[in-house]
Protein backbone atom coordinates (compact mmCIF):
# COMPACT_ATOMS: atom_id res chain seq x y z
CA UNK A 1 0.00 0.00 0.00
CA UNK A 2 1.46 3.55 -0.80
CA UNK A 3 2.18 6.19 1.60
CA UNK A 4 -0.94 7.99 1.95
CA UNK A 5 1.07 11.48 1.67
CA UNK A 6 2.51 9.84 -2.17
CA UNK A 7 -1.30 8.98 -3.67
CA UNK A 8 -2.05 10.07 -6.98
CA UNK A 9 -5.43 12.02 -5.38
CA UNK A 10 -5.26 14.41 -2.23
CA UNK A 11 -9.35 13.70 -3.10
CA UNK A 12 -11.50 11.88 -5.09
CA UNK A 13 -15.33 13.24 -5.01
CA UNK A 14 -17.57 9.76 -5.47
CA UNK A 15 -21.00 10.42 -6.13
CA UNK A 16 -20.31 14.04 -8.85
CA UNK A 17 -23.05 13.07 -11.09
CA UNK A 18 -25.59 13.62 -8.23
CA UNK A 19 -27.18 16.53 -7.44
CA UNK A 20 -25.64 17.29 -3.90
CA UNK A 21 -21.97 15.84 -5.73
CA UNK A 22 -22.17 18.10 -9.09
CA UNK A 23 -22.63 21.12 -6.49
CA UNK A 24 -18.98 19.90 -4.03
CA UNK A 25 -17.78 19.47 -7.53
CA UNK A 26 -18.68 23.35 -8.77
CA UNK A 27 -17.14 24.12 -5.13
CA UNK A 28 -13.99 23.02 -5.65
CA UNK A 29 -13.65 23.70 -8.98
CA UNK A 30 -14.40 27.79 -8.44
CA UNK A 31 -11.86 27.47 -5.42
CA UNK A 32 -8.94 25.44 -6.18
CA UNK A 33 -7.05 25.42 -8.78
CA UNK A 34 -4.49 22.75 -10.74
CA UNK A 35 -1.79 23.25 -8.27
CA UNK A 36 -3.36 23.72 -5.41
CA UNK A 37 -5.74 20.75 -5.43
CA UNK A 38 -4.72 17.29 -6.83
CA UNK A 39 -8.83 15.76 -7.26
CA UNK A 40 -10.81 13.28 -9.16
CA UNK A 41 -14.94 13.27 -10.25
CA UNK A 42 -15.46 9.61 -9.15
CA UNK A 43 -18.82 7.86 -10.03
CA UNK A 44 -20.05 4.45 -12.26
CA UNK A 45 -20.72 6.01 -15.21
CA UNK A 46 -18.17 7.35 -17.00
CA UNK A 47 -20.77 8.55 -20.02
CA UNK A 48 -21.99 10.82 -17.20
CA UNK A 49 -18.80 11.63 -15.31
CA UNK A 50 -17.44 13.08 -18.98
CA UNK A 51 -20.79 15.21 -19.45
CA UNK A 52 -20.62 16.87 -15.66
CA UNK A 53 -16.31 17.29 -16.55
CA UNK A 54 -17.45 19.12 -19.75
CA UNK A 55 -19.67 21.29 -18.18
CA UNK A 56 -17.66 22.32 -15.33
CA UNK A 57 -15.22 23.09 -17.92
CA UNK A 58 -17.42 25.62 -19.87
CA UNK A 59 -17.88 27.31 -16.37
CA UNK A 60 -14.39 27.38 -14.83
CA UNK A 61 -11.95 26.51 -17.71
CA UNK A 62 -8.78 24.46 -18.13
CA UNK A 63 -8.66 24.34 -14.38
CA UNK A 64 -11.48 22.24 -14.01
CA UNK A 65 -10.19 19.21 -16.59
CA UNK A 66 -9.71 16.75 -13.95
CA UNK A 67 -9.23 13.17 -13.70
CA UNK A 68 -12.33 10.79 -14.10
CA UNK A 69 -12.11 7.78 -11.63
CA UNK A 70 -14.39 4.93 -11.98
CA UNK A 71 -16.33 2.73 -9.03
CA UNK A 72 -19.22 1.25 -8.88
CA UNK A 73 -20.98 0.32 -5.09
CA UNK A 74 -21.68 -3.23 -6.06
CA UNK A 75 -18.11 -3.77 -7.19
CA UNK A 76 -15.39 -3.63 -4.08
CA UNK A 77 -12.36 -4.41 -6.29
CA UNK A 78 -13.51 -0.83 -7.80
CA UNK A 79 -13.93 1.05 -4.20
CA UNK A 80 -10.20 -0.70 -3.22
CA UNK A 81 -8.86 0.37 -6.15
CA UNK A 82 -10.08 3.99 -5.57
CA UNK A 83 -9.49 4.25 -2.10
CA UNK A 84 -5.78 3.56 -2.65
CA UNK A 85 -5.49 5.89 -5.02
CA UNK A 86 -6.33 8.79 -3.16
CA UNK A 87 -5.65 10.20 0.66
CA UNK A 88 -9.53 11.08 1.06
CA UNK A 89 -12.70 9.83 -0.33
CA UNK A 90 -15.90 12.52 -0.60
CA UNK A 91 -18.89 10.29 -1.36
CA UNK A 92 -21.94 11.85 -2.07
CA UNK A 93 -23.50 8.23 -3.21
CA UNK A 94 -26.39 7.43 -1.04
CA UNK A 95 -28.71 5.95 0.55
CA UNK A 96 -25.46 5.24 2.29
CA UNK A 97 -27.51 2.53 4.18
CA UNK A 98 -27.63 1.07 0.00
CA UNK A 99 -24.28 2.34 -1.60
CA UNK A 100 -22.14 3.46 1.33
CA UNK A 101 -20.78 -0.13 3.28
CA UNK A 102 -18.71 -1.03 1.04
CA UNK A 103 -16.86 1.90 0.09
CA UNK A 104 -16.57 2.15 4.04
CA UNK A 105 -14.92 -1.25 4.36
CA UNK A 106 -12.64 -0.04 1.92
CA UNK A 107 -11.39 2.98 2.71
CA UNK A 108 -10.70 1.24 6.44
CA UNK A 109 -8.49 -1.52 4.92
CA UNK A 110 -6.72 1.13 2.72
CA UNK A 111 -6.04 3.57 5.26
CA UNK A 112 -7.98 6.14 3.20
CA UNK A 113 -9.71 9.04 4.97
CA UNK A 114 -13.30 9.73 4.33
CA UNK A 115 -16.56 12.44 4.55
CA UNK A 116 -20.08 12.16 3.97
CA UNK A 117 -23.53 13.23 4.05
CA UNK A 118 -25.28 10.66 5.41
CA UNK A 119 -28.39 11.39 8.28
CA UNK A 120 -28.94 8.00 8.60
CA UNK A 121 -28.49 6.67 12.23
CA UNK A 122 -28.97 3.20 11.52
CA UNK A 123 -26.24 3.02 9.14
CA UNK A 124 -23.91 5.04 11.27
CA UNK A 125 -24.06 2.57 14.02
CA UNK A 126 -23.66 -0.47 12.02
CA UNK A 127 -20.62 1.16 10.40
CA UNK A 128 -19.21 1.84 14.21
CA UNK A 129 -20.17 -1.64 14.98
CA UNK A 130 -18.16 -3.14 11.88
CA UNK A 131 -15.69 -0.50 11.38
CA UNK A 132 -14.68 1.34 14.61
CA UNK A 133 -12.08 -0.81 16.13
CA UNK A 134 -9.97 -1.20 12.77
CA UNK A 135 -10.01 2.51 12.32
CA UNK A 136 -8.86 3.10 15.38
CA UNK A 137 -5.97 1.22 15.44
CA UNK A 138 -5.15 2.25 11.68
CA UNK A 139 -5.53 5.37 12.19
CA UNK A 140 -8.77 6.14 9.46
CA UNK A 141 -11.05 9.02 9.65
CA UNK A 142 -14.13 7.68 8.31
CA UNK A 143 -16.84 10.85 9.27
CA UNK A 144 -20.22 10.87 8.38
CA UNK A 145 -22.48 13.84 8.70
CA UNK A 146 -20.35 16.69 7.41
CA UNK A 147 -23.20 18.58 6.09
CA UNK A 148 -26.57 20.76 7.33
CA UNK A 149 -26.40 17.44 9.49
CA UNK A 150 -24.69 17.61 11.30
CA UNK A 151 -21.83 20.46 11.47
CA UNK A 152 -23.56 23.39 12.89
CA UNK A 153 -24.97 21.47 15.64
CA UNK A 154 -21.29 19.36 16.37
CA UNK A 155 -19.26 22.39 15.72
CA UNK A 156 -21.52 24.89 17.70
CA UNK A 157 -21.42 22.76 20.52
CA UNK A 158 -17.54 22.48 20.08
CA UNK A 159 -17.32 26.39 19.52
CA UNK A 160 -19.69 26.74 22.83
CA UNK A 161 -17.25 24.20 25.20
CA UNK A 162 -13.81 25.74 23.80
CA UNK A 163 -14.84 29.31 24.94
CA UNK A 164 -16.39 28.06 27.98
CA UNK A 165 -13.06 26.36 28.82
CA UNK A 166 -11.24 29.28 28.14
CA UNK A 167 -13.23 32.07 29.56
CA UNK A 168 -14.62 30.20 32.72
CA UNK A 169 -12.34 27.64 33.56
CA UNK A 170 -15.41 24.75 32.66
CA UNK A 171 -17.18 23.40 30.27
CA UNK A 172 -20.58 24.16 29.77
CA UNK A 173 -22.89 21.74 31.53
CA UNK A 174 -25.99 21.94 28.85
CA UNK A 175 -26.05 23.62 25.90
CA UNK A 176 -28.94 23.99 23.23
CA UNK A 177 -29.29 24.69 19.53
CA UNK A 178 -32.01 26.68 18.57
CA UNK A 179 -33.12 26.84 14.88
CA UNK A 180 -33.75 30.54 14.17
CA UNK A 181 -34.42 30.50 10.57
CA UNK A 182 -33.90 28.51 7.25
CA UNK A 183 -35.15 28.53 3.80
CA UNK A 184 -34.61 25.31 1.86
CA UNK A 185 -35.51 22.68 -0.66
CA UNK A 186 -35.02 18.94 -0.74
CA UNK A 187 -33.28 16.73 -3.09
CA UNK A 188 -34.46 13.32 -4.86
CA UNK A 189 -31.50 11.70 -3.09
CA UNK A 190 -32.81 12.80 0.35
CA UNK A 191 -35.80 11.91 0.03
CA UNK A 192 -34.63 8.36 -1.34
CA UNK A 193 -32.85 7.80 2.01
CA UNK A 194 -35.77 8.85 4.26
CA UNK A 195 -38.01 6.56 2.28
CA UNK A 196 -35.44 3.59 2.75
CA UNK A 197 -34.90 4.72 6.15
CA UNK A 198 -38.80 4.09 6.60
CA UNK A 199 -38.53 0.40 4.71
CA UNK A 200 -35.96 -0.70 6.60
CA UNK A 201 -38.30 0.08 10.00
CA UNK A 202 -41.01 -1.24 8.72
CA UNK A 203 -38.98 -4.59 8.13
CA UNK A 204 -36.79 -4.55 11.36
CA UNK A 205 -39.10 -3.18 14.31
CA UNK A 206 -35.33 -3.25 16.03
CA UNK A 207 -33.82 -0.65 14.41
CA UNK A 208 -36.40 1.62 16.17
CA UNK A 209 -34.06 1.41 19.62
CA UNK A 210 -31.14 2.66 17.18
CA UNK A 211 -33.57 5.44 15.67
CA UNK A 212 -34.65 6.35 18.61
CA UNK A 213 -32.32 6.27 21.51
CA UNK A 214 -30.49 8.87 22.65
CA UNK A 215 -26.79 7.18 23.11
CA UNK A 216 -27.45 4.96 20.00
CA UNK A 217 -24.12 5.84 18.51
CA UNK A 218 -22.36 6.24 21.71
CA UNK A 219 -20.08 3.53 22.58
CA UNK A 220 -21.25 -0.08 23.94
CA UNK A 221 -21.85 0.55 27.67
CA UNK A 222 -21.61 4.05 27.60
CA UNK A 223 -25.43 4.62 26.29
CA UNK A 224 -26.59 6.56 28.93
CA UNK A 225 -26.65 10.19 30.23
CA UNK A 226 -29.10 13.11 31.46
CA UNK A 227 -31.18 13.27 28.04
CA UNK A 228 -34.31 11.87 27.18
CA UNK A 229 -35.95 11.94 23.67
CA UNK A 230 -36.00 14.20 20.97
CA UNK A 231 -38.85 16.86 21.22
CA UNK A 232 -41.75 16.28 19.44
CA UNK A 233 -44.19 18.76 20.12
CA UNK A 234 -44.80 22.46 21.04
CA UNK A 235 -43.30 23.97 23.95
CA UNK A 236 -42.14 27.16 25.73
CA UNK A 237 -38.29 27.83 26.58
CA UNK A 238 -38.51 29.24 29.89
CA UNK A 239 -34.95 30.62 29.91
CA UNK A 240 -34.93 32.00 26.28
CA UNK A 241 -38.26 32.83 25.75
CA UNK A 242 -39.01 31.44 22.98
CA UNK A 243 -41.53 28.77 21.37
CA UNK A 244 -40.06 26.21 19.91
CA UNK A 245 -41.65 23.24 17.20
CA UNK A 246 -39.59 19.73 17.16
CA UNK A 247 -36.14 20.41 14.31
CA UNK A 248 -36.45 17.58 11.88
CA UNK A 249 -32.74 17.11 12.17
CA UNK A 250 -32.66 16.95 15.89
CA UNK A 251 -32.60 13.07 15.79
CA UNK A 252 -29.33 13.07 14.17
CA UNK A 253 -27.86 15.86 15.36
CA UNK A 254 -28.17 15.40 18.68
CA UNK A 255 -26.51 12.04 19.03
CA UNK A 256 -23.31 12.80 16.66
CA UNK A 257 -23.06 15.90 19.83
CA UNK A 258 -23.39 12.69 22.29
CA UNK A 259 -21.37 10.57 20.05
CA UNK A 260 -18.60 13.48 19.58
CA UNK A 261 -18.01 14.00 23.59
CA UNK A 262 -17.79 9.98 24.04
CA UNK A 263 -15.25 9.74 21.37
CA UNK A 264 -12.81 12.54 22.72
CA UNK A 265 -13.13 11.29 26.37
CA UNK A 266 -15.89 13.46 28.05
CA UNK A 267 -14.18 17.06 27.49
CA UNK A 268 -17.76 18.32 27.78
CA UNK A 269 -17.82 16.25 31.31
CA UNK A 270 -20.27 12.65 31.22
CA UNK A 271 -23.33 14.63 32.71
CA UNK A 272 -23.61 16.96 29.68
CA UNK A 273 -27.06 17.62 28.09
CA UNK A 274 -27.49 18.41 24.56
CA UNK A 275 -30.72 19.31 22.80
CA UNK A 276 -32.06 21.30 19.45
CA UNK A 277 -35.00 22.85 18.65
CA UNK A 278 -37.13 25.21 16.45
CA UNK A 279 -37.35 28.42 17.18
CA UNK A 280 -40.94 30.23 16.29
CA UNK A 281 -40.92 33.01 17.96
CA UNK A 282 -42.27 34.95 21.31
CA UNK A 283 -45.62 35.59 22.49
CA UNK A 284 -48.98 34.54 20.70
CA UNK A 285 -47.39 34.55 17.13
CA UNK A 286 -44.52 31.98 17.87
CA UNK A 287 -47.17 29.64 20.06
CA UNK A 288 -49.46 29.54 16.61
CA UNK A 289 -46.53 28.95 14.17
CA UNK A 290 -45.31 26.40 16.72
CA UNK A 291 -48.39 24.49 16.53
CA UNK A 292 -48.84 24.80 12.82
CA UNK A 293 -45.22 23.97 12.62
CA UNK A 294 -45.76 20.66 14.40
CA UNK A 295 -48.52 19.45 12.82
CA UNK A 296 -47.10 19.96 9.40
CA UNK A 297 -44.19 18.06 10.51
CA UNK A 298 -46.54 15.22 12.19
CA UNK A 299 -48.59 14.97 9.16
CA UNK A 300 -45.30 14.99 6.34
CA UNK A 301 -43.76 12.01 8.86
CA UNK A 302 -47.13 10.09 8.94
CA UNK A 303 -47.32 10.30 4.89
CA UNK A 304 -44.06 9.19 4.76
CA UNK A 305 -44.21 6.49 7.30
CA UNK A 306 -47.31 4.51 5.48
CA UNK A 307 -45.94 2.89 2.33
CA UNK A 308 -48.96 3.59 -0.26
CA UNK A 309 -48.65 7.52 0.71
CA UNK A 310 -45.38 7.45 0.20
CA UNK A 311 -45.13 6.04 -3.06
CA UNK A 312 -47.93 8.65 -4.05
CA UNK A 313 -46.11 11.30 -2.90
CA UNK A 314 -42.72 10.33 -4.02
CA UNK A 315 -44.54 9.54 -7.44
CA UNK A 316 -46.34 12.99 -8.03
CA UNK A 317 -45.18 15.74 -5.50
CA UNK A 318 -41.53 15.33 -4.30
CA UNK A 319 -38.39 15.24 -6.52
CA UNK A 320 -36.37 12.01 -8.16
CA UNK A 321 -33.12 10.49 -7.43
CA UNK A 322 -31.03 13.79 -9.31
CA UNK A 323 -33.29 16.48 -8.72
CA UNK A 324 -33.56 18.97 -6.23
CA UNK A 325 -33.95 23.00 -5.63
CA UNK A 326 -33.14 25.11 -8.86
CA UNK A 327 -29.92 27.42 -8.93
CA UNK A 328 -31.59 30.62 -7.80
CA UNK A 329 -33.74 28.33 -5.00
CA UNK A 330 -30.37 27.61 -3.71
CA UNK A 331 -28.75 30.70 -3.86
CA UNK A 332 -31.71 32.51 -1.93
CA UNK A 333 -31.75 29.90 0.73
CA UNK A 334 -30.29 30.61 4.41
CA UNK A 335 -30.02 28.62 7.63
CA UNK A 336 -29.65 30.65 11.35
CA UNK A 337 -28.73 28.50 14.33
CA UNK A 338 -27.88 29.60 17.86
CA UNK A 339 -26.04 27.87 20.86
CA UNK A 340 -27.19 28.27 24.12
CA UNK A 341 -24.60 26.78 26.40
CA UNK A 342 -24.87 27.02 30.57
CA UNK A 343 -22.56 26.24 33.21
CA UNK A 344 -20.68 26.84 36.12
CA UNK A 345 -17.15 28.02 36.17
CA UNK A 346 -14.12 27.64 38.51
CA UNK A 347 -14.94 30.02 41.16
CA UNK A 348 -18.53 28.51 41.32
CA UNK A 349 -20.36 31.16 39.07
CA UNK A 350 -22.82 30.45 36.45
CA UNK A 351 -22.22 31.81 33.11
CA UNK A 352 -23.97 31.43 29.92
CA UNK A 353 -22.17 31.11 26.25
CA UNK A 354 -23.98 32.01 22.90
CA UNK A 355 -22.71 30.69 19.62
CA UNK A 356 -24.66 31.68 16.10
CA UNK A 357 -23.36 29.44 12.76
CA UNK A 358 -24.57 30.55 9.69
CA UNK A 359 -24.61 30.76 6.16
CA UNK A 360 -26.18 32.46 3.07
CA UNK A 361 -27.36 29.55 0.68
CA UNK A 362 -29.94 26.31 1.02
CA UNK A 363 -29.01 24.64 3.96
CA UNK A 364 -29.34 21.44 2.59
CA UNK A 365 -27.41 22.00 -0.77
CA UNK A 366 -25.44 25.30 -0.91
CA UNK A 367 -24.67 25.39 2.38
CA UNK A 368 -24.04 21.32 2.41
CA UNK A 369 -21.82 21.51 -0.33
CA UNK A 370 -19.28 24.07 0.87
CA UNK A 371 -19.30 22.25 4.35
CA UNK A 372 -18.34 18.93 2.88
CA UNK A 373 -15.66 20.60 0.66
CA UNK A 374 -14.48 21.91 3.31
CA UNK A 375 -14.44 18.79 5.62
CA UNK A 376 -12.39 16.96 2.54
CA UNK A 377 -10.21 19.33 2.51
CA UNK A 378 -9.66 19.60 6.34
CA UNK A 379 -9.21 15.99 6.42
CA UNK A 380 -6.16 16.73 3.38
CA UNK A 381 -4.49 19.29 4.41
CA UNK A 382 -5.19 20.54 8.03
CA UNK A 383 -3.60 19.06 11.77
CA UNK A 384 -5.84 18.88 14.85
CA UNK A 385 -3.90 18.22 17.75
CA UNK A 386 -7.13 17.73 19.93
CA UNK A 387 -9.03 14.90 18.00
CA UNK A 388 -8.92 11.50 17.67
CA UNK A 389 -7.13 9.85 15.11
CA UNK A 390 -8.90 7.29 13.75
CA UNK A 391 -12.60 5.53 14.47
CA UNK A 392 -16.03 5.97 13.19
CA UNK A 393 -16.11 9.34 13.79
CA UNK A 394 -18.11 13.09 13.66
CA UNK A 395 -16.45 16.24 12.51
CA UNK A 396 -15.62 17.72 15.93
CA UNK A 397 -14.28 14.69 16.94
CA UNK A 398 -12.24 13.94 13.44
CA UNK A 399 -11.43 17.73 12.46
CA UNK A 400 -12.40 20.22 15.65
CA UNK A 401 -11.57 23.99 15.44
CA UNK A 402 -9.56 23.58 12.40
CA UNK A 403 -12.95 23.15 10.13
CA UNK A 404 -14.17 25.73 12.87
CA UNK A 405 -11.66 28.31 10.91
CA UNK A 406 -11.88 26.80 7.81
CA UNK A 407 -15.82 27.51 7.55
CA UNK A 408 -15.67 30.51 8.86
CA UNK A 409 -12.37 31.42 6.06
CA UNK A 410 -14.62 29.82 3.59
CA UNK A 411 -17.63 32.58 4.05
CA UNK A 412 -19.79 31.08 7.02
CA UNK A 413 -20.72 33.25 10.23
CA UNK A 414 -19.18 30.94 12.81
CA UNK A 415 -19.60 33.28 16.05
CA UNK A 416 -19.08 32.68 19.83
CA UNK A 417 -18.83 34.87 22.86
CA UNK A 418 -20.41 35.74 26.43
CA UNK A 419 -24.22 36.38 26.85
N1 LIG B 1 -26.72 15.83 5.28
C1 LIG B 1 -27.21 16.73 4.46
O1 LIG B 1 -27.33 17.86 4.84
C2 LIG B 1 -27.54 16.28 3.05
C3 LIG B 1 -27.86 17.21 2.08
C4 LIG B 1 -28.06 16.77 0.78
C5 LIG B 1 -27.99 15.41 0.47
N2 LIG B 1 -27.72 14.53 1.45
C6 LIG B 1 -27.57 13.08 1.18
O2 LIG B 1 -26.66 12.92 0.11
C7 LIG B 1 -27.00 11.77 -0.66
C8 LIG B 1 -27.06 12.13 -2.13
O3 LIG B 1 -28.16 13.00 -2.37
P1 LIG B 1 -28.42 13.53 -3.85
O4 LIG B 1 -29.65 14.35 -3.80
O5 LIG B 1 -27.18 14.10 -4.43
O6 LIG B 1 -28.74 12.13 -4.58
P2 LIG B 1 -28.76 11.81 -6.15
O7 LIG B 1 -28.89 13.06 -6.94
O8 LIG B 1 -29.77 10.74 -6.34
O9 LIG B 1 -27.28 11.22 -6.43
C9 LIG B 1 -26.92 9.92 -6.06
C10 LIG B 1 -25.54 9.61 -6.62
O10 LIG B 1 -25.25 8.25 -6.28
C11 LIG B 1 -24.74 7.61 -7.45
N3 LIG B 1 -24.97 6.16 -7.42
C12 LIG B 1 -26.16 5.50 -7.35
N4 LIG B 1 -25.93 4.17 -7.38
C13 LIG B 1 -24.59 3.99 -7.46
C14 LIG B 1 -23.73 2.86 -7.52
N5 LIG B 1 -24.23 1.61 -7.54
N6 LIG B 1 -22.40 3.05 -7.58
C15 LIG B 1 -21.88 4.30 -7.60
N7 LIG B 1 -22.64 5.42 -7.56
C16 LIG B 1 -23.97 5.25 -7.50
C17 LIG B 1 -25.48 8.27 -8.59
O11 LIG B 1 -24.78 7.99 -9.80
P3 LIG B 1 -25.52 7.99 -11.25
O12 LIG B 1 -25.63 9.42 -11.63
O13 LIG B 1 -24.59 7.21 -12.09
O14 LIG B 1 -26.88 7.36 -11.06
C18 LIG B 1 -25.40 9.72 -8.13
O15 LIG B 1 -24.13 10.26 -8.45
C19 LIG B 1 -28.32 11.26 -0.08
O16 LIG B 1 -28.06 10.18 0.77
C20 LIG B 1 -28.86 12.43 0.70
O17 LIG B 1 -29.67 12.04 1.80
C21 LIG B 1 -27.49 14.94 2.73
Known sequence: MSDRQDREFDIVLWGA????GRLVAEYFAAHYGEDELRWALGGRNRAKLEVVRDELMHEFGQAAKVPLVIADATDRPSLDEMAERTRVVCTTVGPYDKYGSKLVAACVDKQTDYCDLTGEVHWIREM??????????NKTRI???CGFDSIPSDLGTLMVQDFAKREFGAPCRENKMF?????????????????????????????????GHPYSLNPEGEQTGPDGSTQTSVSHDKKADLWTAPFIMARINEKIVRRSNAVLGYPYGRDFSYEETTSTGKGVTGALRAAGLTAGLGAFAGLMALTPTRNLLRKYVLPSPGEGPSREAIESGFFRVKHLGRGISETGESFEVEATIAADSDPGYGATALMLAESALCLAFDECDDCTEGGILTPASAMGMALVDRLSDAGMTMEVGRR
Open 17 to 20: TGFA
Open 128 to 137: IDAHHDQARE
Open 143 to 145: VNC
Open 179 to 211: LMGAKGGFSGGTLDSMSNLMERLGKEPELRRVV
